[in-house]
């Protein structure tokens, strides 16, 4: 038998050698370091934008009704929730869409959606639900606590021209 019938697994145990199998490992590392995927850093998850806890009057929670994309805030005695998790209750086209940016509570204690459930006159004092029984203020209160355990407080609501209320941007 010649050496040009030798078989082919004869060229590969040549092929084969210590100093082929060390140069194709560095082979195979640059390629590796070459294109791993990007670093550890890029994939950390982004940490949830800051809570700012901010005080509103009824005027500065308004526009916050879940209309071009911005948040979904309403108040519950006194506490801003924001709701946006909720988007799909609280939006535009949502079944309570009527408390976005709006002082819920009378219409969270009523169990009710009517006009008059939302303080009307936005310039003055806050709905101070004095004349609510005890029934009404138990059901807000189980309104409260869910939204306590679904959604983050964002601030608190003030009447216009309380001493705590912050300037509105183009006063600032
Ligand atoms: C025809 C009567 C009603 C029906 C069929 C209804 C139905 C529902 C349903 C299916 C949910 C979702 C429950 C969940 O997945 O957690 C819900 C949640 C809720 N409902 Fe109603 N509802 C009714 C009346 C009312 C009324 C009268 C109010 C208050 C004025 C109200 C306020 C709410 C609120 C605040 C939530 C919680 C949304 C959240 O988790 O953020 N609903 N309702």
Known sequence: MSV???????????????INLVLFSLFALIIYLRFRPSTPAATLPTAPPATVFRVFTPPQLLPFDGQSNRPVYLAVRGKIFDVSPGRNFYGPGGPYANFAGRDASRGLACGSFDAEMLTEDLQGPLDRLEDLGQEEMEALRGWEERFGEKYLVVGKLVPVGHAEAEPDEEKK
């Open 4 to 18: 040009a019938d030798a078989p082919p697994a004869a060229e590969v145990a040549t092929i084969a050698t210590p």
